[in-house]
């Protein structure tokens, strides 16, 4: 349904108690008792277990899948499939100048694309009470995966100009996907830009962050928003150029010291964080992420625009009984500070 989206994030700033918003999506195939494989390929499956978690969950917003292979197997990169892991890209498709000339843009639809659109339309007919983000990976992430990860970084130095004919590329091929989830009735994008984190705070500007305004100034309006996330540890270095997208929320990683990241974070944009995923919603007790998240929120919430959540996506196979327990220990937090 459609929502005056820029109201809703005045709304929440005015707001003294803010409802938590994690990454949190891939945790109800345990709900469902299917796999992560099952969950990936079936539209049905994806709005259904959006809606499961949404009925359990007080959370702020609806979030999306984050399946960083997602884009990358559209542009015929080779993926490594799980039954309790999210996929993961193999190799390159990209390593030369010429190949990144000759590649070409995927249409919208293209491989798992369809399905991941559709579950989105289907999700946003189930979920009335709250926005719903659809999860899109980033132009610098999405790059290096077409040309290895580890090779991209160096790429950056010594091919440049390759790099930004991927990117281009890249970019367009997002805007044109995100345009179509906006169209389906999607409230806005998290947007993930994880491989940007990574870099100097030059090239962060030069090989990501130019691109991302490029993708917000593209399809940012009253009523549809981008959340821009990285969970990189240079993004406190970073955060002069992040700042420039234009997103009216940003959400950061457990690699960062949160409370040191809001004193960058003006006043009237949202910023979001950090309760680590692995250690504390995967493999954390009850005991632990209470304490986690009540220490982040007694650090951060005396910043008026903070919002707690997750530092990523919450992992497959996450415990309930600590996703319940984060969202217990906010209402316990804000309960306590009244």
Same mark, same amino acid.
């Given at each position: 349904m459609?929502?005056?989206?820029?109201?809703?994030?005045?709304d929440?700033?005015?707001?003294?108690?803010?409802?938590?918003?994690?990454v949190?999506?891939f945790?109800?195939?345990?709900?469902?008792?299917?796999?992560?494989?099952?969950?990936?390929?079936?539209?049905?499956?994806q709005?259904?277990? &959006?809606?499961?978690?949404?009925?359990?969950?007080? *959370?702020?917003?609806s979030?999306?899948l984050?399946?960083l *292979?997602?884009?990358?197997?559209?542009?015929?990169?080779? +993926?490594?499939?799980?039954?309790?892991?999210?996929?993961?890209v193999?190799?390159?498709?990209? *390593?030369?100048?010429?190949?990144?000339?000759?590649?070409?843009?995927p249409?919208?639809?293209?491989g798992?694309? *369809? +399905?991941?659109?559709?579950?989105?339309?289907?999700?946003a007919?189930?979920?009335?009470?709250?926005?719903?983000f659809?999860?899109?990976?980033?132009?610098?992430?999405?790059?290096?995966?077409?040309?290895?990860?580890?090779?991209?970084?160096?790429?950056?130095?010594?091919?440049?100009?390759?790099?930004?004919?991927?990117l281009?590329?890249?970019?367009? #091929?997002?805007?044109?996907?995100?345009?179509?989830?906006?169209?389906?009735?999607?409230?806005?994008?998290?947007?993930?830009?994880?491989?940007?984190?990574?870099?100097?705070?030059?090239?962060?500007?030069?090989?990501?962050?130019?691109?991302?305004?490029?993708?917000v100034?593209?399809?940012?309006?009253?009523?549809?928003?981008v959340?821009?996330h990285?969970?990189?540890?240079?993004?406190?270095?970073?955060?002069?150029?992040?700042?420039?997208i234009?997103?009216?929320?940003?959400?950061?990683?457990?690699? +960062?010291?949160?409370?040191?990241?809001m004193?960058? +974070?003006?006043?009237?944009?949202?910023?979001?964080?950090?309760v680590?995923?692995?250690?504390q919603?995967r493999?954390?007790?009850?005991?632990s992420?209470?304490?986690e998240?009540?220490?982040? &929120?007694?650090k951060?919430?005396?910043?008026?625009? #903070?919002?707690?959540?997750?530092?990523?996506d919450i992992?497959?196979m996450?415990?309930?009984?600590?996703?319940?327990?984060?969202f217990?220990a906010a209402?316990?937090?804000?309960?306590?500070?009244?």
């Amino acid at each position: 349904m459609k929502r005056n989206m820029k109201q809703w994030t005045l709304d929440m700033l005015a707001s003294p108690t803010k409802k938590p918003m994690p990454v949190l999506s891939f945790p109800a195939i345990q709900m469902m008792g299917i796999t992560v494989k099952e969950l990936i390929s079936d539209s049905d499956l994806q709005a259904k277990g &959006m809606k499961m978690v949404a009925d359990r969950i007080d *959370s702020a917003a609806s979030v999306s899948l984050m399946d960083l *292979s997602l884009e990358a197997e559209c542009f015929g990169s080779i +993926i490594r499939f799980s039954d309790d892991e999210v996929p993961t890209v193999i190799g390159s498709v990209v *390593s030369s100048e010429e190949e990144a000339e000759a590649l070409e843009i995927p249409e919208i639809g293209a491989g798992r694309t *369809s +399905i991941y659109i559709e579950a989105i339309e289907k999700a946003a007919k189930l979920i009335c009470d709250r926005p719903i983000f659809a999860g899109v990976i980033g132009p610098f992430s999405l790059a290096g995966r077409l040309l290895d990860v580890s090779e991209a970084m160096i790429y950056c130095y010594e091919e440049p100009d390759m790099v930004h004919i991927v990117l281009d590329k890249v970019t367009r #091929f997002i805007i044109k996907y995100i345009l179509e989830y906006k169209r389906v009735g999607a409230n806005g994008v998290v947007i993930a830009e994880p491989l940007a984190g990574l870099l100097s705070p030059d090239l962060a500007a030069e090989f990501s962050c130019e691109y991302m305004k490029k993708i917000v100034d593209a399809v940012q309006d009253d009523e549809f928003i981008v959340v821009y996330h990285n969970c990189g540890n240079c993004t406190i270095r970073q955060i002069d150029s992040i700042l420039t997208i234009g997103a009216p929320i940003y959400h950061f990683g457990n690699a +960062i010291d949160m409370e040191e990241m809001m004193t960058h +974070i003006p006043e009237d944009i949202l910023a979001s964080g950090n309760v680590d995923p692995a250690a504390q919603f995967r493999n954390g007790t009850v005991e632990s992420i209470k304490k986690e998240t009540k220490d982040i &929120m007694s650090k951060c919430c005396k910043y008026p625009n #903070f919002i707690i959540s997750s530092g990523c996506d919450i992992p497959p196979m996450s415990k309930w009984e600590n996703i319940d327990a984060f969202f217990e220990a906010a209402a316990e937090f804000y309960a306590e500070n009244r």
